[in-house]
Structures are given as structure tokens and as C-alpha cells.
């Protein structure tokens, strides 16, 4: 196991996770979680990071679980207490104020490698901070995506907000 850590969403606040680095019998024996389970968690991330915002809505992430593989039902209440346990081990961040779900900073450092190798195409790095960025802000000209806090961390003393990229100019 080796210590990780990352800084999240629109506050920056770091965390520190113990991670497994070794996939193997026993270690796959260490979930509460069942296949199906898996499976619906697999569809909301998949969501996640194929979308320009980074998250998914409230509403799409319950409409996920009749979306499972070989016709496999999994019922909203289920579904409602997966989204809510998800939250409170960190796999996920409920954001009330746009009612949606983003990655929570033990996906972000447990899943990052897996991320980045199932959705490369679709998955940038920070240009600030260089870790994976999939919920962020982007710079209009340039396309360069930054996480919000490394955004206001940046330019926090500055009187004009710059792209650190190409330079132009931030509203």
C-alpha cells in the first residue's frame, strides 16, 4: 500500500488516502459491494467523465441503474442508498447547489490509473497541479483545463486573471 494524496473539486481541500496497489484474490475479497453494484458505479463515472461538466445530474445518475449489463434491474431505493454510502466513504461529492455528483477524492486517487487508461481520449490533466482533472474549468481559447481551486489559487494576487497557457485574458 502507498499514501496518495488529492485535492478536490471547487474548495482544494487535500486528502490523504491509503491506497492498494496490488490487485489480487484477497484484496478483491475486501468490498462490500456486489458485481451489480459495480456495474452502476462503472455507468455513473462512465457518464462522469464522458461529459463536458465533469458530473452527473442527480436525476441521470438514478435513471443509471436500469442500464445495467445482461438486463439486470437494481431499484431506485437501492440505487438512492448506493449514491448516499458512495458519498460518505468520499467515492463520490454531492453538489446540492446544481444537484449533481462529481468524483470524490478516493476515486479521483484510487481510480485515477484506471481512468486514465479506460477513457485517456476523454480525461486531461490539470495544466496547474498535473493530476487528473475531470471536473474543472477550461480556458476559452485555448481549451487547457484547470481545476477551480488551482484557478483561484493562481491568480488569487493578480489584478488581471491570465491563462497560464496562452496567456489570454479570464472574465
Not at 115 to 136: E, K
Not at 140 to 166: A, I, Q
Request: proline share 2%; glycine share 4%; net charge positive.
Amino acid at each position: 500500500a502507498v499514501v496518495s494524496t488529492q485535492s478536490t473539486g471547487n474548495t482544494g481541500t487535500k486528502y490523504f488516502c491509503f491506497v492498494n496497489n496490488k490487485e489480487d484474490e484477497v484484496s478483491k475479497l475486501c468490498s462490500n459491494y456486489s458485481a451489480l453494484d459495480f456495474a452502476y458505479f462503472r455507468k455513473i463515472l462512465e457518464k462522469m467523465i464522458l461529459s463536458d461538466e465533469g458530473c452527473v445530474q442527480s436525476t441521470d445518475s438514478l435513471t443509471l441503474c436500469n442500464n445495467l449489463p445482461e438486463q439486470k434491474k437494481m431499484t431506485y431505493v437501492h440505487a438512492k442508498a448506493l449514491l448516499r454510502g458512495w458519498c460518505s466513504e468520499r467515492w463520490l461529492i454531492e453538489d446540492r447547489s446544481n444537484n449533481s455528483f462529481q468524483l470524490g477524492p478516493r476515486a479521483l486517487i484510487e481510480l485515477s490509473q484506471y481512468i486514465q487508461s479506460a477513457y485517456g481520449d476523454h480525461v486531461t490533466t490539470c495544466s496547474l497541479c498535473m493530476t487528473i482533472c475531470v471536473y474543472g474549468t477550461r480556458c476559452e481559447d485555448c481549451n487547457t483545463k484547470f481545476h477551480f481551486h488551482c484557478k483561484t489559487k493562481l491568480n488569487r494576487n493578480l489584478d488581471v486573471l491570465r491563462c497560464p497557457s496562452c496567456k489570454s485574458e479570464w472574465s
